[in-house]
């Protein structure tokens, strides 16, 4: 598999659950990596460890601030931008904010990138910009109407890519993300992702809350193949692969009430206890599509994209991680 080595590369949103693995991957294959930060949402722990590396730098920073970005482009030759407002209900209370931080903060790179001269710019997008769609598996050409602001702003992101390619001859990869987890991903607070806030309320014995009926399904994405996927996008040489947005993803569902229960059965080898939780049922979610399941094929055939984990290993992969950080 193509990896990155060598390299001088900038990972926005750096101490975030996905860009700080990104970070440890990159020092341990020989990059000089920056870090640019508001830490926001972000944590200083994801990245402590890296701190006294004489290849990492840490710049604080808002990508909302265009002499930021500027700063945090310069003398780089790959851009993983992963810095956003993430979650469905927090851009539903607070759309403003989103909207500033995912499209604002996102074209201020584009410009950083476009004006530094930067090779090569691999940004996360959503599989929330596939909407109303009911098309399964999803397919990158065909999407739905957006059913969120944070979905609005994924889009226009993609838009924005587009656009910036055709007139300024840039490089631009987008990664739709599907439903991302695995260590490091932040289990506390009102936006805190299904799997590790499911995880959290096991060890403590107490009932997760399912939105709706559990039937909802997800393809489930662990963090290695993210990274695979990074990878991949911001060395490709196919012209055909680039200014174009892929799904990364497993291509499989797993049902919510199929997700607890893997869950309970790999905890109960810490606690055989919480075999005997059960689970409380509770509203669906506003702005929440029922299904979701991803065609890779294109990310297959044009990157060389085959990740390395179901869902079923990834959780038995990060759950040793769960356990010691959320018990």
Request: net charge negative; with cysteine; aromatic share 8%.
């Amino acid at each position: 598999m193509r990896t990155i080595t060598g390299k001088r590369v900038l990972v926005t949103g750096g101490a975030g659950f996905i860009g700080s693995n990104l970070i440890e991957k990159l020092l341990k294959q020989n990059n000089t990596v920056r870090c640019l930060d508001n830490f926001s949402t972000g944590k200083r722990e994801n990245i402590s460890g890296f701190l006294s590396h004489p290849s990492f730098q840490l710049m604080e920073g808002d990508i909302r601030n265009l002499e930021s970005c500027q700063k945090a482009v310069n003398d780089i030759e790959i851009v993983l931008h992963q810095a956003a407002l993430g979650s469905v209900p927090r851009s539903i209370n607070d759309p403003i904010t989103t909207n500033d931080v995912n499209i604002g903060g996102f074209l201020n790179m584009l410009v950083a990138a476009r004006d530094a001269g930067v090779k090569r710019l691999v940004y996360a997008a959503s599989s929330s910009t596939y909407g109303d769609s009911e098309e399964m598996p999803k397919m990158e050409d065909r999407i739905g109407k957006p059913l969120s602001p944070y979905a609005i702003t994924k889009y226009v992101d993609e838009l924005y890519a587009d656009v910036f390619a055709k007139l300024y001859g840039m490089e631009l990869i987008g990664l739709r993300y599907f439903n991302v987890f695995g260590p490091r991903q932040d289990p506390d607070g009102a936006y805190a992702a299904v799997i590790p806030k499911f995880v959290s309320a096991l060890i403590q014995k107490q009932s997760p809350v399912v939105n709706g009926d559990g039937t909802f399904s997800r393809d489930f994405t662990y963090v290695a193949n993210v990274l695979q996927a990074n990878e991949l996008a911001a060395t490709v040489e196919n012209k055909e692969a680039v200014n174009t947005v892929y799904n990364v993803a497993c291509g499989a569902r797993t049902s919510l009430n199929q997700l607890v229960d893997y869950l309970k059965n790999l905890l109960s080898d810490f606690d055989e206890s919480i075999g005997g939780v059960e689970v409380v049922y509770g509203p669906e979610r506003k702005g929440d599509v029922p299904h979701s399941l991803a065609s890779i094929d294109k990310a297959r055939e044009l990157l060389g994209y085959n990740p390395e984990y179901n869902v079923a290993e990834g959780l038995k992969a990060a759950i040793q991680w769960y356990w010691e950080t959320l018990s």
